[in-house]
T-cell receptor
Framework: AQKVTQAQTEISVVEKEDVTLDCVYE???????LFWYKQPPSGELVFLIR??????QNEISGRYSWNFQKSTSSFNFTITASQVVDSAVYFC????????????FGTGTSLTVIP | AAGVIQSPRHLIKEKRETATLKCYPI?????VYWYQQGPGQDPQFLIS???????DKGSIPDRFSAQQFSDYHSELNMSSLELGDSALYFC??????????FGSGTRLTVV
């Protein structure tokens, strides 16, 4: 079974604070992909990162960083020095490798950055 | 760069009417997916197509049908609309799980 759990439903931080969004996944597949998407109030799903299950290297992109730990089945997302524009719902998703496989989304974490 | 195009962006229909949503994938992407996102919910997978053939099916109601055409665009047909069908409908396209990209969504309101 495939499952993604985002235990944090809502998070509020004050601007310039760092914040980590947790994502824990379950899968029996040995090859899979993990994703993070941002959904601002306008509604579109904005791609942030894709990670292959064989690639456990952490990644940093500007103020964003991701920590993938296969041993704990976690793919956490950290925003450094948060800004008001970071306010959005963030979804973690899992997709088994292969053609045409669907995404399994977590329930999302609503982040509010307070000025 | 070209993105996934969905039309229309917004749609208002009455109960029991029919709606057709269109999706134009990124060129050379061979797989199209449809998702439904209700208010405050995470996106739920409806159906996917690979090379114009249905490849996976999720929680798509029998009142809904979809297909992928020879030019790879896809249409989601929704009949006998119900109030509960009001949602944001996303289309995504990919090529071998790379470049999985979502469209901006169609917001369907059933009144």
């Amino acid at each position: 079974a495939q499952k993604v759990t985002q235990a944090q439903t809502e998070i509020s931080v004050v601007e310039k604070e760092d914040v980590t969004l947790d994502c824990v996944y379950e899968t029996r597949d040995t090859t899979y992909y993990l994703f993070w998407y941002k959904q601002p109030p306008s509604g579109e799903l904005v791609f942030l990162i894709r990670r292959n299950s064989f690639d456990e290297q952490n990644e940093i992109s500007g103020r964003y960083s991701w920590n993938f730990q296969k041993s704990t089945s976690s793919f956490n997302f950290t925003i450094t020095a948060s800004q008001v524009v970071d306010s959005a719902v963030y979804f973690c998703a899992l997709s088994p490798s292969g053609t045409g496989n669907q995404f399994y989304f977590g329930t999302g974490t609503s982040l509010t950055v307070i000025p | 760069a070209a993105g996934v195009i969905q039309s229309p962006r917004h749609l208002i229909k009455e109960k029991r009417e029919t709606a057709t949503l269109k999706c134009y994938p990124i060129p050379r992407h061979d797989t199209v997916y449809w998702y439904q996102q209700g208010p405050g919910q995470d996106p739920q997978f409806l159906i996917s197509f690979y090379e114009k053939m249905q490849s996976d099916k999720g929680s798509i109601p029998d009142r809904f049908s979809a297909q992928q055409f020879s030019d790879y665009h896809s249409e989601l047909n929704m009949s006998s609309l119900e109030l509960g069908d009001s949602a944001l409908y996303f289309c995504a396209s990919s090529s071998r799980n790379y470049g999985y990209t979502f469209g901006s969504g169609t917001r369907l309101t059933v009144v």
